[in-house]
C-alpha cells in the first residue's frame, strides 16, 4: 500500500500558476502509475492526468492540455502537477492517486487503489 500526502494547494488568481506535490510511502511507488483527479463543489470526481512508472507516458484530460503538466521523481517518491495558466473553472479539491503495476494508460479511478487526503485549488476571476 502507497501512503499519499498532497501539498502545494492555494488561492491563485486567473491565468496564475501553481505546482501541487504528492509525497508517497512504500515500496510500491516507484512501480505504480499516478494519476491526479479533481472534485469540484456538487460534482464528481473526475479524471486529470496520468503518468506511467517509468514516467515516460504522460496522458491529460483536453481540458487542461497543454496547461497542465504532470511528473515524477522516482528518486524521490514524488509526483507533481503544474498547473499554468489557470481558469476558474479548475477551482476543486485535487487529489493524487496510486495504481500499483498498473501497465498502460487509465482514466478510471477505480483503477486506483491508493488516495491522498486532497489539496483544495481556489482560482478566482
Known amino acids: 500500500q502507497v501512503q499519499l500526502v498532497e501539498s502545494g494547494g492555494g488561492l491563485v488568481q486567473a491565468r496564475g500558476s501553481l505546482r501541487l506535490s504528492c509525497a508517497a510511502s512504500?515500496?510500491?511507488?516507484?512501480?505504480?502509475?499516478m494519476g491526479w483527479f479533481r472534485q469540484a463543489p456538487g460534482k464528481e470526481r473526475e479524471f486529470v492526468a496520468i503518468?506511467?512508472?517509468?514516467?515516460?507516458?504522460?496522458y491529460y484530460r483536453d481540458s487542461v492540455k497543454g496547461r497542465f503538466t504532470i511528473s515524477r521523481d522516482n528518486a524521490k517518491n514524488t509526483v507533481y502537477l503544474q498547473m499554468n495558466s489557470l481558469k476558474p473553472e479548475d477551482t476543486a479539491v485535487y487529489y493524487c492517486?496510486?495504481?500499483?503495476?498498473?501497465?498502460?494508460?487509465?482514466?478510471?479511478?477505480?483503477?486506483?487503489?491508493?488516495w491522498g487526503q486532497g489539496t483544495q485549488v481556489t482560482v478566482s476571476s
Open positions: 492517486a496510486a495504481a500499483p503495476g498498473l501497465v498502460g494508460i487509465v482514466t478510471d479511478q477505480r483503477n486506483f487503489a491508493s
Open positions: 503518468i506511467s512508472w517509468t514516467g515516460d507516458i504522460t
Open positions: 512504500g515500496r510500491t511507488f516507484s512501480t505504480s502509475a
